[in-house]
């Protein structure tokens, strides 16, 4: 594996936003550096977005967005984002090697919470 030969890794997760924020913990490979190559969020149920808005965040801690701060307002049942739509919310690709890198996925907040989404990572290490 080199940066001229990259290993691409997918993570798929099912998360019911309007339940709660959810996260989990993703390590590359011993000694590989990460590079975030794109992010799907394929909507199950509409999102709602009252006081603040649902999003996929990466980071290095829980509460992080060092890497991704990606909104999803009010993405509707059977709509897809990609991180790629919007520029601004990668907010740095580059990722560390042998380090815990946190994707939390925020619940939307006010009203009555909902959405409901698949959310597709996708990360080269080299």
Known sequence: MSYSDPRPYAFSYYHDFGAGTGSMIIRGPEGKQGSIKEIDVEAVETFNAVTTEGAVNIGSSAAGTQYVNMGLGTLAAGAQQSLTDTA??????????????????????????????????????Y
């Open 88 to 125: 601004s919310d990668l907010v740095l690709d580059a990722l560390p090697a042998d380090t815990d890198i946190h994707l939390t996925l925020k619940a939307p907040t006010g009203g009555t919470p909902a959405g409901q989404a698949h959310v597709h990572v996708m990360i080269e290490w």
